[in-house]
């Protein structure tokens, strides 16, 4: 018998599947999140408030790792996401992140995960077009711009959601 826990794991879902896969786990009583978020989506006659997936393509699922065969035979889950014969769980402080996010009133959508070091380009403000490494300093985004010929370099604060990775 093992004294192993249940695990938070990503699942990657088919396309436009989060929310049946989500419904599948439940109903199999498997503890699952699908973070969501509001947005106002336009026809051609209407405007209507509709809820979607934070994260377009998964839904978290929390499960003990012998369990997974039962896991990947729900319809519209493509896989457990990671790498190796057995992916890595998700930490439950990132999951108990989210489910805070999703409980409070303030307001949120997705954004391309940054990490430091990353090269990015400013797509708006007045430095469009800039290429740069974006690094942390205190809770705020730096761009460093680098003369490599003299390995010199200039560093301007930015707004996280004015770059793409590239």
Request: proline letters at 5%; one cysteine or more; glycine letters at 6%.
């Amino acid at each position: 018998m093992t004294l192993e826990t249940p695990r938070w794991y990503a699942l990657r879902t088919r396309s436009r599947h989060e929310k049946l896969v989500r419904d599948r786990l439940a109903k199999q009583r498997i503890e699952e999140l699908l973070p969501t978020v509001v947005r106002l989506s336009q026809w051609k006659d209407r405007k209507k408030k509709v809820e979607w997936p934070l994260f377009s393509g998964y839904c978290f699922a929390r499960f003990l790792w012998q369990d997974r065969l039962t896991i990947l035979k729900i319809p519209g889950i493509v896989d457990i996401v990671g790498g190796g014969l057995r992916p890595q769980a998700i930490p439950d402080e990132e999951i108990e992140a989210l489910k805070t996010l999703m409980h409070s009133t303030l307001p949120y959508d997705s954004h391309p995960y940054l990490r430091e070091g990353m090269t990015v380009e400013v797509v708006r403000g007045p430095l469009q077009g800039v290429k740069g490494i974006l690094l942390r300093k205190a809770n705020r985004f730096r761009l460093v711009l680098g003369v490599h010929l003299i390995q010199q370099a200039a560093a301007v604060e930015i707004a996280a959601s004015d770059v793409v990775v590239i």
